[in-house]
């Protein structure tokens, strides 16, 4: 299954570190998404990019920075994230005219010291 | 907002039985609505999906319904495998290509 990749697939980090997750989609599709995935609660949406513009951030803290260089590659930039941010990052992607069929990405788990 | 339920959290059944998980929603306005299927540390993958101008569908051993009145679907997977063992997920349209998702449903299928 390579249609969405992400990296890196485990990444931990201080509370004072910066990092990026980076996502891919091969699939020629026009939306990607950012989700969080906590245990034991709904999939969160974060972010959406339609053709590169964002069209929505669900009141996701500023300490998460998207960035969507193109249709095909998504970026999740983190600093100063808290230890409740710790969870499964999930991208995912689809296509123009069926924008409600997504298909995800493996995730980053995520682990904030 | 739109807001979605999901029942039961967990599910136990035999191999070969029948398992349903059903999810109620709140705008009557959603008119798309898939299921997905997570494997243990693997990602979530749509498995069935349904529109609201279709009572029903079948895709093999699984089926899914609609009742746009009641505002609820549910999600029906026959003679159980161990392999069916996984946490479902439902979703609902709500809004430009947003996906609203249920809590999840973790089902085990015993052997």
């Known amino acids: 299954e390579t249609g969405v990749t992400q990296t890196p697939r485990h990444l931990v980090m201080g509370m004072t570190n910066k990092k990026s997750l980076k996502c891919e989609q091969h699939l020629g599709h026009n939306a990607m998404y950012w989700y969080k995935q906590s245990a034991k609660k709904p999939l969160e949406l974060m972010f959406v990019?339609?053709?590169?513009?964002?069209?929505e951030n669900n009141s996701v803290p500023s300490r998460f920075s998207p960035e969507c260089p193109n249709s095909s590659h998504l970026f999740l930039h983190l600093h100063t994230l808290q230890p409740e941010d710790s969870a499964l990052y999930l991208c995912a992607s689809s296509p123009r005219d069926r924008g409600y069929e997504q298909y995800f990405g493996p995730g980053t788990r995520l682990t904030v010291t | 907002g739109e807001n979605v339920e999901q029942h039961p959290s967990t599910l136990s059944v035999q191999e070969g039985d029948s398992a349903v998980i059903k999810c109620t929603y709140s705008?009557?306005?959603?008119?798309?609505f898939p299921w997905y299927k997570q494997e243990l540390g693997k990602r979530p993958q749509l498995i069935i999906d349904i529109r609201s101008n279709v009572g029903e569908k079948k895709d093999q051993r699984i089926a899914v319904t609609l009742n746009k009145t009641a505002k609820h679907f549910s999600l029906h997977i026959t003679e159980t495998q161990p392999e069916d063992s996984a946490v479902y997920f439902c979703?609902?349209?709500?809004?430009?290509?947003?996906?609203?998702f249920g809590a999840g449903t973790r089902l085990a299928v015993h052997p």
């Open positions: 990019y339609n053709f590169k513009e964002q069209t």
């Open positions: 979703a609902v349209s709500g809004g430009y290509n947003k996906l609203i």
């Open positions: 705008d009557s306005a959603s008119n798309y």
